[in-house]
């Protein structure tokens, strides 16, 4: 009886080893676990840093745009507005600041990095639209009227840019827990930007 005992306690204790041995989690496992835990908290900071970026270089940037729809209206409803040199290199000054904001990258999550570099992009754009601008200004009869319509189309194009890194960088805000975050230009002088949709700031509603 005794032997008969031992031997059902030594088969439960290997019996169950056997399964703790195949259920618990490998070792592999569980650092794949840990690295993913530790990059979604570290993407989360970053989304939580870009929106707050892409806030202050839209803030830095309305005064400019603001300043180029004057100079050069798209639509053609008024004539070009008095700028002066002082005008242009105060633009420029605000481009190159908002470009290196966005110097140096940290690597995140694609969603993350698509939000980001769209942006990035957007800025880089707007900058050369001010020096496309500036050229313009100097030149005479038709190199003026063909460098001032492009410096236009590289306007609309950094408009369009911006517009998918805001929606990009509103889905991941969503995703983050952090809600809608509408960050886009309040102007637009191109066509088939993207728009921020009706849900409120901060909402968690898709």
Known sequence: MLALTVAF????LVAGGVVFGMTRPDSIEQMADQI??????RDKTQIKTLTELARTTRDRLVPVLDGLDRAMPANGTAGPAVVTASDVETWRKAATAAVEGFADPPSGETATNVARSSLASAVRQIATTVDTYAAARDLTGDARTTAMGLAVRQRADAFFTWSVGATALDAVNVDAGYGHQHVFLPTSSGEGDLTPDTEPEGSHDS
Do not use: D, F, N, Y
């Not at 993913?36 to 908290?41: T, Y």
């Open 9 to 12: 306690a030594l088969g439960a």
């Open 36 to 41: 993913r835990a530790e990059s979604a908290l």
